[in-house]
């Protein structure tokens, strides 16, 4: 078997004798089994006992190692773990320097990239010491900045502070490190709530010339309408939209607001997507959970378990089914309250199809609300799957503990968006022209591409202002 090892292949993988093998095994410090005078050892505790070796090891900070010519250059910011940034590696893009908070986060880029920059909080470094960090000239040109800030302040499932939200402000800390840095080129990638979200409040010395408070603090949208107008009066053209992850080779649903900021005052094509549902327009059709799952080793599976008593209940679902799917009586059983409540409740008691793409991974795959059982095992969905379907190598270490790896696959950027994103990128660079898709429908929202969706703001706000007039 494949995941079973011998002490000379353990040994030889970890660079150390075999009789040093057989000590750890006996002390305990390699999980492992005797049978008669042979010791057996599962490949995966070798990857355990590496981690555990090197989690002391995860600097504060660190200068990147090699400086490399002839490349495109990116730094990126709120990096988790890294699923953009291998995207824009599949594209031809290099990631110089990464910045992360997260302390599981930064141990999984500590160990899969050792030889990049690595910082924490963006708010603790000048522009200068970025470009220390990043092993770059005073003057020398940044290709590109890519980040994803904080998106639960803007989240339609949480209390939408935006800006008053201290990762609204992180957000907005962001945006003066692109305009200060000065890239060719910047990438922000975040949520559909963002398209919705209201400025809330700034304090008055924060409102540029273009901005008025009294009208501009509470539209829907008012948000990305600052971010946009804080670009442009930066010199970068903005284009963006809201685009299914699915429809760039991705096998799973996720929708994320993505804007392409372009120095030379420019809009950047959209992406151009490879795929379509049911193969419509001449593209290939979607991948599905099965294509994602192909020749994924049964063994080993980390997951966390379903409570027993959810488990009956799933023990009565197939796949593709769901809370909808149990008999009445059971249903009310199973939601409690939640059955009299609104919205569609389509997280509960989920067991994933496996002829279509997967859902949009969560944080936590066994949480009431956001399920994401195995189509026909009784449990979640493991950490090996998870990485499927986010499309991370399979040797690529997720630092922590299992919820740590959860949370860090599950809010990861899909890599064939990043890919997608950084394609564009390349292409603009070489001055590479592609033939839009026509009528292409990148979500199942409408008016999310920054034309039509500014056409909407603007026309709100000049509703608002009317109807204002009318009072006096």
């Known amino acids: 078997m494949e995941n079973i090892i011998s002490t000379s292949e353990a040994a030889e993988l970890l660079s150390v004798s075999e009789q040093y093998i057989r000590k750890l095994l006996k002390t305990g410090k390699l999980d492992g089994q005797q049978v008669g005078k042979t010791w057996i050892i599962q490949r995966s ?3 355990n006992l590496v981690l555990q070796e090197k989690k002391q090891e995860i600097p504060d900070r660190r200068c990147r190692h090699k400086r490399t010519n002839n490349i495109i250059k990116c730094l990126s910011f709120f990096s988790g773990a890294m699923g953009l940034d291998l995207g824009l590696e599949q594209a031809g893009i290099a990631t110089l320097l990464t910045s992360e908070i997260d302390n599981a986060c930064r141990k999984t880029i500590a160990l899969n990239k050792p030889d990049i920059g690595l910082i924490g909080d963006l708010r603790d470094y000048t522009t200068e010491q970025i470009r220390i960090f990043a092993n770059l000239e005073v003057d020398e040109e940044i290709d590109l900045i890519v980040g994803g800030p904080p998106c639960q302040a803007f989240s339609t499932a949480g209390k939408r502070k935006g800006f008053q939200d201290e990762r609204g402000n992180v957000f907005l800390h962001f945006i003066d490190v692109i305009l200060e840095l000065k890239p060719k080129f910047a990438v922000i990638e975040n949520v559909r709530g963002l398209l919705s ?8 010395k924060e409102h540029d010339n273009t901005f008025l408070p009294d009208q501009k603090t509470t539209i829907h949208g008012g948000a990305l309408l600052y971010i946009i107008n ?5 010199g970068y053209g903005v284009s963006f939209n809201l685009y299914n992850a699915a429809n760039f080779g991705s096998p799973q649903i996720r929708e994320r607001v993505v804007l392409l900021c372009s120095r030379d005052g420019k809009k950047l094509p959209y992406l151009q997507p490879t795929h379509s549902e049911g193969g419509a327009f001449g593209l290939n059709a979607w991948r599905t959970f099965r294509e994602a799952l192909r020749e994924l080793p049964i063994e080993p599976q980390e997951f966390i378990k379903f409570p027993e008593k959810r488990l009956r209940y799933y023990r009565q679902l197939t796949a593709g089914q769901n809370w909808r799917n149990l008999p009445t009586e059971l249903q009310k059983e199973a939601l409690g309250n939640s059955y009299y409540a609104g919205g569609g409740k389509t997280g509960f008691l989920r067991r994933l199809a496996w002829d279509k793409p997967a859902p949009t991974l969560v944080t936590h795959p066994a949480m009431p609300a ?12 493991s950490i090996q799957e998870y990485k499927r379907i986010q499309e991370f190598p399979d040797t690529w270490i997720v630092a922590g503990k299992l919820q740590d790896q959860y949370r860090q696959i599950g809010n990861a950027v899909p890599i064939s968006l990043g890919r997608a994103i950084g394609t564009a990128i390349v292409s603009y660079i070489n001055n590479e022209k592609y033939e839009a898709v026509s ?4 979500s199942r ?24 007039l009318s009072l006096f």
């Not at 804080?230 to 930066?234: C, D, S």
């Not at 920054?450 to 026309?459: D, H, N, R, Y």
């Not at 000049?462 to 204002?468: D, N």
């Open 45 to 47: 505790s070798i990857k």
């Open 197 to 204: 979200a209201p400025l809330v409040h700034l304090p008055h």
């Open 230 to 234: 804080k670009l442009r009066a930066g």
């Open 439 to 442: 009528n292409f429908q990148y």
């Open 370 to 381: 956001t399920d994401l059982a195995h189509p026909e095992k009784d449990r979640p969905l």
């Open 445 to 468: 929202y409408t008016n999310t591409d920054e034309q039509s969706w500014e056409k909407a703001v603007w026309a709100t706000l000049k509703k608002q202002s009317s109807q204002q």
